[in-house]
């Protein structure tokens, strides 16, 4: 047999080949459910109820709203909670401005008592909180002044606590945004939408 047909008969092979290799390849990627990939598993082993003991985090029984509108409301998967503000554990909240009465770090712990807060409120709405899927978004609103210019920093004490509690799930998108007042003169004010299991 000559050589050229020998490389001939190769490009032959090849070229049926190639094509039953890649349709092989698409295929183990789908699955029965008309080409979609898999969910992802909800239960990631992440126990949001331990890790706040873990951390020594109590939850706080979250006061009635002093005006026409609720604490958290649920719409089929998505919670959707209220602005809360930085409530301590023995009472009382961090009050302020940011670059006048505090100093980053004290920001940064009362948007973390102000997760507290929200996670109460939370559980309170949806029972456990090993029911959250995702913390979906927050927005977070400091009490600063003109002149400063570390919100974020500020709210990675919420974010922070959300990664701490949740795991992955406890990331999100949010915002972090400046202003010249908020109510009672708090140091911070966040809401936040989450979703949670059926």
């Known amino acids: 047999m000559k050589l050229t047909t020998k490389v001939t008969m190769q490009k032959v092979l090849l070229s049926l080949l190639v094509p039953m290799l890649l349709a092989t390849a698409c295929s183990s990627e789908k699955t029965e459910t008309n080409g979609q990939k898999p969910p992802i598993a909800i239960n990631d082993g992440v126990d949001a109820e331990a890790n706040l003991k873990k951390l020594g985090i109590t939850l706080i029984m979250p006061n009635a ?11 089929g ?11 301590r554990p023995e009472g009382g909240q961090v009050i302020g401005r940011l670059g006048e009465d505090l ?50 920093q500020v709210i990675n004490g919420f974010s922070d606590l959300m990664v701490e ?13 400046g202003m010249s007042s908020l109510p009672n003169n708090i140091a911070v004010e966040i809401d936040m939408i989450v979703e949670v299991e059926d």
């Open 103 to 152: 100093e980053l770090e004290a920001g940064y712990e009362a948007a973390r008592f102000t997760g507290i807060s929200l996670l109460s409120s939370l559980k309170a709405e949806i029972g456990d909180l090993n029911k959250v899927k995702s913390i979906v978004r927050a927005q977070g609103m400091v009490n600063a002044t003109a002149e400063f210019k570390n919100h974020s």
């Open 65 to 75: 709203p002093t005006a026409n509108y609720l604490k958290a409301k649920r719409s």
């Open 77 to 87: 998967n998505l919670v959707y909670l209220a602005g809360h503000g930085p409530d």
């Open 165 to 177: 509690v949740f795991g992955e799930k406890g990331k999100h998108a949010r915002a972090a945004i």
